[in-house]
């Protein structure tokens, strides 16, 4: 499995530390738009953003005993229309017709 250092590395003709130092600093840079709340896009890949999660009543899986669990956010990604399209290469075009 080759790691997105390596490849970024490998296509750009960078050494191994300056590769990772950049990939860090990218995806340093990302999470902290995301966690600020901003979207973002990154052309060729998707959306991230963050979605909000109301409090709400749970269950521990193993015991059974009831749990709060507090309002928070998750992360969220969207891939674009040209990743899918890699992906899955005999997908339709991105929208379906109403009642179909």
Excluded: N
């Amino acid at each position: 499995m080759q790691t997105l250092v390596d490849a970024a590395g490998k296509r750009l003709g960078y050494l191994p530390s300056v590769a990772r130092e950049v990939t860090v600093a990218v995806t340093r840079e990302l999470a902290d738009l995301i966690a600020r709340g901003d979207a973002v896009r990154v052309p060729g890949l998707g959306w991230f953003g963050r979605r909000h999660c109301t409090a709400k009543r749970g269950r521990h899986p193993t015991t059974g005993e009831r749990l709060d669990i507090p309002a928070h956010f998750v992360p969220t990604f969207k891939p674009s229309l040209d990743l899918r399209r890699r992906v899955w290469p005999g997908m339709r075009s991105g929208r379906r017709r109403a009642g179909k």
